[in-house]
């Protein structure tokens, strides 16, 4: 596929996104990804580890000279948090983060949120905004941006939208394996009968998380260390026209280990009108490394897939 | 330390009020509350009963209102802020950040306790909730270990509370959606884990299957106790082992800890089990009194005593109890 010659600020909204990479990929190919994503037709990329504190392939100095690479190409960067705080070490990191002096700073966690008192600053969607009364708190505090968090639906996202304070951005975690949850315990460790203390790093392993089946072999879940994800991709680009309707600023995607590229042209392409949002979504759903949902955003079971068949 | 006991009822208000406890927690019927189970709660008139049946024994009564109200619904948890500073209870457990924004300026007299739901896992995030709604006492979520506590405690600027019994919860409370990822419903907006209404048992010539929004959770021979399909402690199939993928069905005993929990600061010890029955709350807070009182009267020589560690094998899940994340191993 050849690189697009269109620049992202020539295309009708919404902007797009790159989320922070969810998984432990080898610091090389970190490094080539974001090489590749300062050509895509992304506006915003997000960096950070915001999974593992052990996660240490990259350092913040790593991620800094990312970022102004990307920021040279043109990309406003945000750099992510963990999304659990727990020890006094991720704290240090977090402090660090907040006081980087250079880039916004999205917030995964209420901890961070305190550290980013008084400045700009994003909500990612593990923090929990669902009501307008959170999001004003929050914008009393600095909020920029906030990202729906990916349980709620259109309907809830159409009132937010009609109630959010004046001058804060939305965003939606448009595609992307969805995150359930986060725990103290490594699952991909104990997938392994390997101690969280001793892991090895093994979710360097598993590029795209390790999924979890039924035994009547559904794909369900994906284990990504402390985190629980579907096993399914929410892609919501079939609802590019509602996105619009409603006003949305940002579209989210996330980092999958490969394809990524080819995914950002096609909602590139469909924010264009080069292609219509089915036709280019049915060629995203190929990509995807185990099927695709959008039940949350249709008030159904996040697993569902309600029109994007 | 206090001990904080779960009503879900009437019955269960009053058994953990006879039984020992120093305050008991409860929530209205409906979905403003994380335990919005069929038949369970308060309504209005039963609440009033309980906190005076507590009040005239001394011990305190603390509301939760802790799920996560979305726009169209938020009169209603404000009206149940109301209903429950009316009724003056000690504290309002709560979780959203714009509910506690309305407690705090509305009722600016009514303590606030931050719930488990509230997913407040660090200092930075306890002080937030401090500077921001006047926050007096945080309950944290059941994933940090023993040191990683000690180190909270040291640097909160609030009281805290920590799980002492019952179901191990092993996400992060409020930042768990695994169940409405399979049934539409979750802890965050609709007040329950895993929801009856959408759990099916399905005989097989082999056994029984059980299933939570259609998706196989358990898988049953003949015979086997079958328990209730909590999603998390499913059995599930990674690479070519089949077993429980995230966590077994077991229940959390930190009774071993207490002098730990104590020497931590530690102010309160909370008994999780709204869902369970009166039975079960008067036994596990009978228990726990006389545990919390023999280590008063003897710090030193503290551990827990055989017959106790019975009675609570009597109701746990799968008869047996773990320290959990409190014991660092165990991540």
């Keep these: 596929m050849s690189q697009t010659d269109h620049r992202p600020s020539d295309r009708p909204g919404p902007r797009l996104s790159l989320g922070p990479i969810s998984y432990y990929w080898p610091k090389d190919k970190v490094d080539a990804f974001y090489a590749q994503a300062a050509t895509l037709p992304v506006d915003i990329v997000y960096l950070g580890e915001t999974i593992c504190g052990k996660r240490n392939e990259l350092r913040l100095e790593d991620w800094l000279a990312i970022g102004e690479r990307l920021a040279e190409a043109g990309k406003e960067v945000v750099l992510s948090t963990l999304s659990l705080l727990e020890a006094e070490s991720e704290m240090m990191r977090l402090r660090a983060i907040c006081d980087n002096g250079r880039f916004l700073v999205e917030a995964n966690d209420m901890g961070a949120v305190q550290l980013l008192q008084g400045r700009p600053f994003v909500v990612g969607h593990s923090v929990n905004v669902y009501n307008d009364r959170s999001l004003q708190v929050l914008a009393r505090g600095g909020l920029k941006r906030w990202v729906l968090p990916v349980e709620l639906t259109a309907d809830t996202l159409a009132e937010m939208q009609r109630l959010r304070p004046d001058g804060i951005e939305t965003e939606v975690y448009a595609y992307g394996r969805l995150p359930l949850a986060y725990s103290a315990r490594c699952f991909t460790a104990r997938a392994r009968n390997l101690p969280k203390d001793d892991c090895q790093y093994c979710c360097i392993d598993y590029p795209d998380g390790l999924v979890v089946s039924t035994q009547d072999e559904q794909g369900f879940l994906a284990l990504n260390g402390v985190q629980t994800q579907s096993a399914a991709t929410n892609n919501l680009l ?32 469909a924010l264009r009108g080069e292609c219509s949002p089915a036709e280019a979504s049915k060629k995203v759903n190929a990509l995807t490394p185990s099927g695709a949902c959008d039940g949350y955003w249709h008030g159904a079971a996040g697993m569902d897939q309600v029109a994007n068949a | 330390m206090e001990l904080v006991c779960p009503a879900g009822n009437l019955p269960s208000l009053k058994t953990a009020v006879d039984h020992g406890a120093n305050a008991v927690y409860f929530g209205f019927r409906d979905d403003t509350n994380a335990r919005h189970f069929a038949g369970l709660n308060f309504t209005p008139n039963k609440m009033a009963e309980g906190v005076e049946y507590a009040r005239r024994r001394g011990v305190r009564v603390f509301i939760a209102l802790n799920t996560y109200p979305r726009p169209d619904g ?75 506590i000690r180190h909270v405690v040291d640097n909160s600027p609030v009281e805290v509370e920590v799980f002492a019994f019952g179901s191990l919860c092993v996400m992060v409370e409020g930042r768990c959606i695994l169940s409405s990822y399979a049934t539409g419903r979750s802890p965050n907006t609709y007040g329950a884990c895993s929801p009856a209404s959408h759990v099916e048992w399905i005989e097989t010539p082999d056994g029984l299957d059980t299933r939570l929004g259609g998706v196989l959770i358990q898988r049953h021979p003949k015979g086997e106790n079958v328990g209730y399909p909590t999603l998390c402690k499913g059995t ?68 827990p005593r055989p017959e106790w560690t019975a009675e609570l094998g009597k109701v746990s899940e799968g008869a047996q109890t773990t320290l959990g994340a409190y014991h660092r191993p165990w991540q």
Excluded: C
């Design chain 1, 238 to 269: 079939p609802e590019l026209d509602r996105l619009r309707e409603l006003e949305v600023d940002i579209l989210r995607i996330n980092p999958q280990a490969e394809g990524t590229g080819e995914i950002v042209r096609l909602f590139d392409q």
């Design chain 2, 74 to 148: 938020f009169t209603r948890w404000q009206e149940a802020v109301d209903r429950a500073a009316d009724l003056g209870v000690d504290a309002l457990i709560a979780a959203d950040l714009g509910v506690l924004d309305y407690a705090s300026s509305k009722h600016p007299d009514l303590p606030l306790h931050l719930s488990v739901q509230g997913s407040a896992t660090n200092y930075e995030a306890l002080r937030f909730y401090h500077e921001n709604f006047g926050v007096r006492r945080a309950v944290l979520p059941r994933v940090l270990s023993m040191s990683q």
């Design chain 2, 236 to 303: 599930f199939r990674v690479g070519d082992q089949t077993y429980h993928a995230i966590e077994e069905p077991i229940s959390l005993n930190a009774m071993e800890l207490l002098p730990e929990l104590q020497a931590a600061g530690v102010k309160a010890v909370k008994i999780e089990g709204r869902q369970r029955s009166p039975v079960y709350v008067g036994q596990v807070t009978k228990v726990w009194r006389q545990a919390l009182d023999a280590f008063a009267r003897d710090p030193d020589n503290f551990t």
